[in-house]
């Protein structure tokens, strides 16, 4: 009687023999391929600032070379047809790498620059009987922020309640028709228009030469409001119609319909939208050097005096660099590093407010 051996399980075979690369492999080429473009870059790059190294052309380089390199890998060991495959990925994803590619060489110049005086110092002190190095931008930083915050008081209340009368009420009339055609004569505004128009309206009441934060927070509001407005708008049309019936059919006024069943839905997408207009006008120079002037001073009070801006004392820094160029230089990046975190931090404050009050889905 024979006896048969039993079967032995199949093995699995190595992966770099069984026709497809390992995932480590794919992801692993894509760092090697920057560093080997990185290397002559930062050859050219010795005893230079670190700033003045070309980030872009390495990204850029690096994801040319990380695409060749995938190609004729997958090529050898999985085919020519897999390996075009993989090749039109990268190809169609390195778009969107060259679409950042601005941004990140942005973001890499500013770093770099500001992080020299981005210290204590910077955020304590003002640049009051400063003529060389040292001084900060505290002054800038609180009047950012209270010329922001008080046109965001102005904007949002005025952009928000448009909306709601466009979506919940106009009904397509006139009325309705006219109010979407002046908020889209308003995008497109030039911001030194807003600044004119602010400085006009204040000079009507207090005379010529009048400057104040507050008038900035006015020229700031004209560029807000209609942000404020087509973005609430596009969110609350997106509400379902269901929703409003069903707290209709159970005899909910509309405007508690609107205030406990619509603005609570497109809360999120409200919130994005006022961040975004905020992002719009915090960086803007013009209006404020004819509203809000500048002064190497500490202001807090938006209704007296000139009160000073961190667009305008990166301009100002820029412009009159005084005794000594490089410290102003300094100056002027850490303002333009400061100016971003202080939009970064806003939009990361808005998503943690979005989804807080964001309507809860699912059951219990």
């Known amino acids: 009687m024979s006896i048969i051996a039993p079967a032995t399980p199949a093995t699995s075979k190595d992966s770099l023999t069984s026709g497809r690369l390992p995932g480590a492999a794919v992801w692993s080429l894509l760092p090697i391929s920057l560093v080997v473009v990185a290397i002559p870059f930062l050859i050219l790059n010795i005893g230079q600032p670190i700033a003045n190294f070309n980030i872009a052309a390495t990204i850029f380089f690096g994801v040319v070379l990380y695409a060749i390199a995938l190609y004729f890998l997958s090529s050898v060991v999985e085919g020519r047809r897999k390996g075009m495959d993989r090749l039109i990925t990268v190809v169609v994803s390195s778009a969107f790498i060259i679409a950042l590619l601005p941004l990140i060489s942005l973001l890499f110049t500013v770093v770099a620059n500001g992080l020299d005086r981005f210290d204590i110092e910077f955020f304590t002190y003002s640049m009051r009987n400063i003529v060389g190095e040292g001084g900060g931008a505290i002054h800038?930083?609180?009047?950012?922020?209270?010329?922001?915050?008080?046109?965001?008081?102005?904007s949002v209340p005025i952009g928000l309640m448009t909306s709601i009368y466009l979506v919940e009420y106009a009904e397509g009339g006139r009325l309705a028709k006219a109010i979407t055609f002046f908020v889209d004569v308003m995008t497109g505004i030039p911001s030194i228009v807003a600044g004119l128009f602010a400085y006009a309206l204040f000079v009507v009441f207090f005379g010529p030469g009048i400057s104040m934060g507050f008038m900035g927070s006015v020229a700031l509001s004209v560029l807000m409001i209609p942000v404020v407005v087509r973005s609430s708008e596009e969110m609350l049309r997106l509400v379902p119609n269901e929703l409003r019936e069903a707290a209709y059919a159970l005899g909910?006024?509309?405007?508690?319909?609107?205030?406990?069943?619509?603005?609570p839905t497109a809360i999120a997408g409200i919130t994005t939208g006022i961040m975004l207009s905020i992002a719009r006008v915090i960086g803007e120079t013009a209006p404020l050097l004819l509203t809000a002037g500048f002064?190497?001073?500490?202001?807090?009070?938006?209704?007296?005096?000139?009160?000073?801006?961190?667009?305008?004392?990166?301009?100002?820094?820029?412009?009159?660099?005084?005794?000594?160029?490089?410290?102003?230089?300094?100056?002027?990046?850490?303002?333009?590093?400061?100016?971003?975190?202080?939009?970064?931090?806003?939009?990361?404050?808005?998503?943690?407010?979005?989804?807080?009050?964001?309507?809860?889905?699912?059951?219990?």
């Open 140 to 154: 800038a930083v609180y009047g950012t922020l209270l010329v922001t915050l008080a046109a965001t008081v102005i």
């Open 295 to 364: 002064t190497q001073s500490l202001n807090l009070n938006l209704f007296d005096g000139n009160m000073m801006t961190l667009p305008v004392f990166v301009y100002n820094e820029y412009a009159n660099q005084g005794t000594s160029p490089d410290s102003a230089i300094a100056r002027a990046w850490a303002g333009a590093l400061t100016l971003i975190l202080i939009v970064m931090i806003l939009n990361l404050a808005a998503r943690m407010v979005a989804k807080f009050f964001a309507p809860k889905t699912g059951r219990r």
């Open 252 to 263: 909910v006024p509309k405007w508690l319909t609107i205030v406990k069943v619509v603005l």
